[in-house]
């Protein structure tokens, strides 16, 4: 009586569903397999878990009888991170300023997957545009996933000029008259900001009628 088992178990389940994760999937409820002697055998795999690789990882489950027969089966793992990051902040604060922004803290995103995610923009920097400038910071993760964030920058001069003035004579020409300009009166105004000043005078013409003390305003 010879008893020779030489027939490999054949699985129960026709194909195998993909399992599906956006970062990582754990190892899946190993799949079985029916023996013609041994009755139910389950299967194994050399397959790491968890499996984090995007894309697609195929699993060969393989099931032993008793006797050394195998047969094979493989299962999709489908790693898809299609969850773009979320901003840490609802919203972001305005920042204002009187002349310029030179420089901007990025804000942060927390991503599925990857973790913390800095924002970036395309804004130039310093900005001095007086208004307001909206920034926007776009969140990436490591598969291409983005969002984005708008961030106010204000620019607001409220300061005045410092106007520094002196005193000057003026000599009428044989007219009895004489100019002035705005160039004999200051004497390095300055602003905040802009640099280069607009001048007025409210008096430019002098003649015989003004001599004396004058009060010119620049």
């Known amino acids: 009586i010879v008893i020779d088992d030489t027939t490999a178990p ?3 389940a026709s194909s195998l569903a993909d399992v599906t994760a956006q970062c990582s999937a754990s190892a899946p409820t190993a799949p079985t397999a029916t023996d013609n002697c041994s009755g139910t055998v389950t299967g194994t795999t050399t397959t790491s878990f968890p499996v984090t690789t995007q894309g697609t990882t195929v699993v060969t489950w393989t099931y032993t009888d008793a006797e050394g027969n195998t047969s094979t089966q493989t299962q999709n793992i489908v790693i898809d991170d299609t ?3 979320v901003a840490d902040a ?4 305005d920042v204002t300023a009187e002349c310029s ?4 803290t990025a804000p942060t995103a927390t991503d599925n997957c990857s973790g913390t995610v800095t ?5 130039s920097l310093p900005i001095t545009a007086q208004g307001t400038t909206v920034v926007t910071w ?3 993760d490591g598969e291409g996933n983005t969002s984005t964030q708008t961030q ?9 000029p410092i106007v520094i003035v002196q005193d000057i004579t003026v000599f009428l020409d044989s007219n009895g008259e004489s ?3 705005t160039s004999d009166i200051d004497d390095g105004s300055i602003d905040n900001c802009s640099g280069d000043l607009t001048f007025e005078l409210d008096i430019v013409l002098f003649t015989c009628d003004d001599v004396g003390e004058n009060i010119v305003t620049l």
């Open 10 to 12: 054949v699985a129960d």
């Open 83 to 85: 969850t773009a990051p």
């Open 90 to 93: 609802s919203s972001l604060s």
């Open 101 to 104: 922004v030179t420089s901007l």
């Open 119 to 123: 924002g970036t923009t395309t804004t």
């Open 138 to 140: 776009t969140y990436t």
């Open 152 to 160: 106010n920058v204000v620019i607001d001069d409220t300061t005045a």
């Open 179 to 181: 100019l002035i300009s």
